[in-house]
């Protein structure tokens, strides 16, 4: 598996029971309270913590190093300046970056598909993308929480149904028409998927805490 | 919950709900606790995956541009004034077509129903007409959530556009010179549309809407004929 450079989400092992009532992170909180009061120093903090993560997954859906960078830019600014929509009681620092970020990676990406020029490239780019599974070699000795080393396990727990439909939705962007021309499975197979595959990843990071 | 609510849900967290599905979606999703619950935890699900991307070095010179952006508090340069006055009427001029779009096109009965729930007062929606010879009909709406910063865009009877060429919507906003783009898109044959959007600039106080034919993949301030505009 790939090393990631995301820290360590607290919040996320928070989440195993649906009817748990999910502690803020005060961490998270605090330091989004700071940014909020245009503390720069914060927002460095931030940026310290989850930039070489962020830059690693919008890498993996835009695949253009120049355009990553700017991708990463433009979320962050969007973070720094939307910092009060953020929402310590439902939702991790971690996530709320993530969501935002690959949103702007996604529609740079189909921006960038609508230009035509790339519509050969995105096929292998599609594939080229990480396996969650398939690609956890190599990498062990490289610097990992215990809470990262957890994450990958419960993604690999998946199957490989659930991991690639959901793999071509988050990196790729493919819609879910397009993910099931390009898996050749029926349409209402690959929503079965992607939601077992979630409700499956869901559990087994909720499982990792308790 | 049921299979059919946990696979919507799913779609939903991974941006892959389209059209009417996804508008009743989130209707639902406005006022069921236990449904935004559930979305909550596929979002911390769905965002592990991002530890899956295999690490990729970071630009250290990418620190000190970001934190010069935020520094310097801009992110959208808007140096020509002069373009705002058109924009300013044209909003002016939305105001009247809108309402009458909405009482003749039956939004009239959405937006009431929207505005009896307190927890979609800050939905604002627009409805944006035609500006174009060639098609009288196509129009659109904008469902624009302001404390969230995103909305939704339909559009109907559109003309498809060139290859080369991209739809463009954007966000009137006083306190910027310029309108805010909202992103690019094109229609299919049928002329119908419905995408979510996110402005490049945080919008408050919506004056109107608008959207531009502009070159392919868009452009930082409105250049082409204004195809679709409203309020």
């Known amino acids: 598996m790939h090393p990631s450079s995301f820290p360590r989400d607290s919040a996320a092992s928070q989440k195993g029971s649906r009817s748990e009532v999910r502690a803020p992170n005060e961490v998270d909180a605090e330091l989004v309270r700071q940014m909020r009061t245009g503390d720069e120093r914060a927002f460095a903090t931030f940026y310290d913590r989850f ?18 960078e700017d991708v990463l830019q433009e979320a962050l600014v969007q973070m720094w300046k939307r910092s009060a929509t953020y929402d310590a009681s439902r939702s991790s620092l971690f996530t709320w970056a993530v969501m935002i970020s690959r949103h702007k990676a996604i529609d740079h990406l189909r921006s960038r598909q609508r230009q035509s020029r790339l ?34 396990a419960a993604l690999a727990q ?11 939705a988050f990196f790729a962007g ?28 869901r559990e087994v990071l909720g499982g990792i805490s308790t | 919950m049921n ?23 989130e209707n639902r999703l406005e006022s069921d606790a236990e449904l935004r619950a559930l979305v909550d935890q596929l979002d911390a699900a769905a965002a592990a995956v ?9 630009p250290p010179e990418l620190r000190d541009r970001v934190l010069a952006q935020v520094r310097s508090g801009k992110t959208v340069v808007f140096p020509r004034q002069s373009n705002w006055i058109p924009w300013t009427i044209a909003a002016c001029l939305a105001l009247t077509c809108a309402y009458l779009i909405a009482e003749r096109g039956g939004l009239r009965k959405r937006i009431t129903r929207l505005e009896r729930r307190d927890l979609l007062a800050q939905i604002q929606i627009a409805s944006l007409n035609s500006k174009l010879e060639n098609a009288p009909d196509a129009n659109a709406v904008v469902v624009w959530d302001e404390k969230r910063q995103r909305g939704i865009l339909k559009v109907f009877k559109l003309p498809r556009n060139e290859e080369n060429r991209d739809y463009q919507l954007w966000l009137v906003d006083p306190r910027y010179k310029d309108p805010v783009n909202g992103g690019v898109f094109h229609v299919a044959n049928d002329g119908t549309l419905r995408v979510p959007f ?25 250049e082409g004929p204004i195809v679709l505009l409203g309020k």
Do not use: C
């Not at chain 1, 490239?121 to 080393?149: G, I």
């Not at chain 2, 530890?51 to 990729?56: G, T």
């Not at chain 2, 996110?198 to 409105?222: C, D, H, M, N, Y």
């Open chain 1, 51 to 68: 930039a070489p993560g962020l830059f690693s997954m919008i890498y993996a859906i835009v695949r253009d190093q120049k355009e990553s």
């Open chain 1, 174 to 201: 493919l819609t879910q028409t397009q993910i099931s021309e390009r898996l050749g499975a029926p349409l209402g197979t690959v929503k079965a998927r992607i939601r077992r595959g979630l409700l499956a990843l």
């Open chain 1, 119 to 152: 519509h050969g490239a995105v096929a292998s780019e599609s594939n080229a993308v990480p396996a969650f599974a398939a690609a956890d070699q190599a990498d062990n000795a490289l610097a990992r929480s215990d809470e990262q080393e957890r994450v990958r």
């Open chain 2, 3 to 25: 299979e059919q609510l946990e696979e919507q849900a799913s779609l939903y967290t991974l941006g892959l709900l389209e059209g009417e599905e996804a508008s009743a979606f």
């Open chain 2, 50 to 58: 991002a530890h899956s991307a295999p690490a990729r070095a970071l």
């Open chain 2, 198 to 222: 996110q402005p490049a600039s945080p919008v408050r106080g919506a004056k109107g809407f608008a959207i531009s034919l502009e070159r392919k993949g868009g452009v930082t301030k409105a």
């Open chain 1, 158 to 168: 998946l199957g490989e149904a659930q991991r690639e439909a959901i793999d071509l």
